[in-house]
């Protein structure tokens, strides 16, 4: 017994001396020098600790650390770092402000302390942009635009020029969630394509996540593009904007209240079309939207932001036909700090999507769109430096307006009509985890419970056997079923309930301070469609709800990888294997009319997709030269299988290619600093032609030749491969310096060498000639640029 005594006492002084080091929190918010902006992803590391953490999405960080006197150093690319040596021997709020890199060589850059806090994360396949990146990427037409920056990097295509959205890993458009100040965007782009929505004066960071997504989001499944607008700047009035060959642009910002509330108002227009009746063209094509956002920081503790955006497009040929769309959102936030270890977020956001078509030539006038209301509750735990905890609740009720027609004159003889409205709540909880095991093991892992109800609207079909798409044996096809009843609801019944648990996990293992190895898996489910047969998103395409009809989507996604961060950051490797399986991915039948269809369900079929590939991605971080290149080989496949032995299914029960598989994508993208004076940047893109179909035969009609299309060929043929060279040079006058007016000249080529790339091929039939030809649509030749920038 006194042995055990003995024992007991000897590890009672043990953990005496282990335990009784006093631990004291550091915590605070860095912000720009300059504007009193906060930054996002800020390095705070401690050397002698071996321990680190970056700021969150408003600025804020918060590390717990022995009693102690330590250096600490604070590094952003693009920023100058700053070494302090700090005293803690009590909990403490630091606030840091970080200045622009002016001068490089006078300046002190811990470039390897970010590159190896990226490598230790276990948060992979994500890629950051800032504005000033965007900005130095050479685009059509010169309009800055963070589309197609995305582009460039790897595992990320787009259906070609003019067309709208992107895909991420083999994934379709609709399945990526873009966030705007967390609001979600239905629609991404102007003019169909040509243009993003996405001012890039007004951005403050860029976030695409295309694997080991975390918990906090959900509802697509292939991406998440997370974008932050600027908060305004509570120290100076400033003027910036730019003024371009078919576009301009205006941000304002300032103080009302120095130090305690600013704001911010850009806005955007392009006026190509104010020329067109010069040459007595009345046709029209012009888009504008409006950036507002207000910063009120009420103490230490709380801060409210308000964000809006409003766009829309015009598009029209004569009177005739009119085409007009755009998004508005709202979002109205209040950042709490509970403790200098509890942050949190509340808010509620508003988001629209409103479709709107005017034929006059036939006399009626089509509107369709989509709104959500959202009110989400985020909170962040700091609960030591090896475990912080992430959770919240997000709820969002959406009221989906498939079309409706209204004649717009006495004489059209347009009987209005109107789809029926449908309804729906989505429901999730989540919590994540940051978990530091030791030195080297670090995981990231979490869960997601979805809820989706399909509420009850006016009229719901039935359908013999609840098939509402059927297989006629006779002709060999498939139809659209008859509805053998109708079923009334009232708003608040449930017509279907789909419940979703929803796993991520990540984990990192490093081998050495500059390399890791990375591993993720997450599950998402979307119960959101975008109902479209084309190879990329238009204006006319439809969302539509899951239901009884239509299953939610489910994806199950892998990944490893290995990064390695080279001559202290300067350089870094990123390579990711995937493997992504989806479930439910809606087909239609051959035929399918998806356009003003009430009974949308009739064309449908749920099938199943695969995609997986390689992606590398080399970047130069620093010096005169800078830039990336990026490397895709990938597959994306979907498959249809008939629903008893007796269906083909679609394409014969076999897999076949998405329309946006592309196997090859490369692209580089350089920026180099020749003085201060001259900066130029170029970028050079190659893909895989995009998947199509060919002909394989055709009947004579009338003395003309009709190309036939198989039926179980879908996608099997590729219009030619895709590739440009773009440069540009930016021009920085010398007499800039020291003035209050900052102006300069950006001049730049797209698509320098005139590629004639293949937007689409048809096959038609010479009406001098008879003989049949392939005709080949390209959006794009040599197009010349020239920007003037301002600020002041």
């Known amino acids: 017994m006194c042995r055990f005594k003995k024992l007991f006492f000897l590890l009672f002084l043990f953990s005496l001396t282990v335990f009784s080091q006093e631990k004291n929190t550091i915590s605070g918010t860095i912000y720009d020098e300059s504007n009193n902006e906060t930054l996002i992803g800020v390095s705070v590391y401690f050397p002698s600790l071996n321990s680190g953490t970056t700021t969150n999405e408003y600025g804020f960080y918060s590390l ?22 700090i005293n803690l021997t009590e909990k403490q709020t630091k606030n840091f402000k970080m200045s622009e890199e002016t001068e490089r060589l006078d300046e002190i850059v811990i470039e390897s302390n970010i590159e190896n806090l990226n490598v230790r994360t276990p ?4 890629n950051k942009l800032t504005s000033t990146t965007i900005k130095q990427i050479p685009v059509v037409l010169g309009e800055a635009d963070i589309i197609k920056s995305l582009i460039l990097l790897p595992g990320v295509t787009s259906a070609g020029e003019g067309a709208s959205g992107f895909n991420v890993r083999g994934g379709a458009a609709d399945q990526n969630l873009i966030l705007l100040d967390e609001a979600i965007v239905f629609n991404s782009s102007h003019l169909f394509g040509f243009f993003s929505v996405f001012n890039p004066d007004v951005i403050k960071d860029v976030k695409l996540y295309k694997g080991g997504i975390p918990a906090k989001y959900g509802g697509r499944l292939s991406s998440v593009l997370d974008i932050y607008q600027k908060e305004g700047n509570s120290k100076d009035f400033n003027i910036t904007g730019g003024v371009g060959l078919v576009s301009s642009r205006l941000l304002i910002e300032g103080p009302i209240k120095k130090e305690k509330i600013s704001f911010l108002v850009g806005g955007r227009s392009s006026y190509a079309h104010l020329f067109l009746p010069l040459f007595d063209n009345d046709n029209k094509a012009y888009f504008y939207d409006l950036n507002t956002k207000v910063n009120f920081r009420i103490n230490n503790r709380n801060s409210i932001f308000f964000s809006g955006y409003f766009g ?25 700090l509970f403790s200098d270890k509890l942050f949190s977020n509340l808010s509620i956001i508003y988001s629209d999507y409103f479709y709107g078509l005017t034929l006059d030539f036939v006399g009626f006038e089509w509107n369709s769109g989509i709104t959500n209301f959202n009110l989400k509750y985020d909170f962040k735990n700091y609960i030591n430096n090896k475990f912080k905890l992430s959770y919240g609740i997000n709820n969002i009720y959406i009221k989906f307006n498939p079309g409706e027609i209204v004649p717009n004159r006495e004489d059209s003889g347009i009987v209005a009509e109107k789809l029926i409205d449908k309804y729906a709540n989505e429901f999730a909880a989540y919590i994540d985890a940051e ?3 030791n030195n080297k093991l670090r995981l990231q892992y979490g869960i997601r419970f979805s809820n989706f109800t399909r509420l009850g609207q006016d009229e719901l079909n039935s359908y013999a056997n609840d098939e509402a798409v059927i297989y006629n044996e006779e002709f060999k096809k498939y139809e659209s079923g008859e509805a053998i009843d109708t079923e009334t ?4 019944d449930v017509i279907t309930n789909f419940n979703n648990f929803e796993p991520r996990v990540s984990m990192s293992y490093t081998l050495d301070n500059t390399t890791s190895i990375k591993a993720s898996y997450n599950r998402m489910a979307q119960y959101l469609h975008l109902l479209s047969n084309t190879a990329s998103p238009t204006p006319l395409d439809v969302w539509t709800p899951s239901g009884k009809y239509i299953k939610p989507q489910l994806l199950d996604q892998f990944a490893v990888g290995y990064f390695k961060s080279l001559k202290e950051g300067d350089y870094s490797i990123e390579t990711e294997v995937f493997y992504k399986k989806i479930q439910n991915r809606i087909d239609y039948i051959n035929g399918a009319n998806l356009i003003a269809n009430n009974e949308i369900e009739t064309v449908i079929l749920n099938g199943k997709a695969r995609a997986y590939g390689l992606e590398l991605l080399l970047k130069k971080n620093t010096g005169k030269l800078k830039g990336w290149l990026a490397y895709t080989l990938s597959k994306s496949e979907q498959l249809t299988e008939g629903r008893t032995p007796n269906e083909p299914g679609i394409n014969n029960s076999e897999w076949y290619n998405t329309a946006f598989d592309k196997t090859h994508d490369f692209s580089i993208n350089a920026s180099y600093e020749l003085n201060k004076k001259w900066k130029f940047n170029a970028n050079f893109v190659f893909q895989t032609g995009q998947p199509t179909n060919y002909p394989i035969g055709q009947y004579e009609f009338e003395g003309l030749n009709v190309p036939i299309y198989a039926d179980n060929r879908r996608n099997a043929d590729r219009l030619p491969s895709y590739h440009r060279l773009d440069i540009s040079t930016t021009l920085t006058p010398e007499k800039n310096k020291n003035r209050k007016w900052q102006g300069e000249w950006v001049f730049g080529i797209y698509n320098a060498y005139g590629r004639q790339n293949a937007a689409s091929i048809n096959f038609t039939q010479n009406r001098e000639t008879y003989k049949n030809e392939a005709i080949q649509t390209s959006i794009f030749g040599l197009v010349p640029s020239v920007t003037y920038n301002f600020k002041f």
């Open 64 to 85: 717990t650390i022995p009693e102690g006197t330590y250096k600490i150093e604070i590094s952003y690319l693009g920023y100058s770092s700053i070494i302090e040596t």
């Open 435 to 437: 978990h530091k095991l």
């Open 489 to 492: 609801f009232k708003r608040s």
């Open 123 to 126: 948060q992979m396949s994500v």
């Open 312 to 336: 829309k497009d015009v598009f029209g040929i004569s009177d005739n036909f009119v085409n007009t769309y755009g998004n508005t959102v709202g979002n109205l936030r209040w950042n709490h």
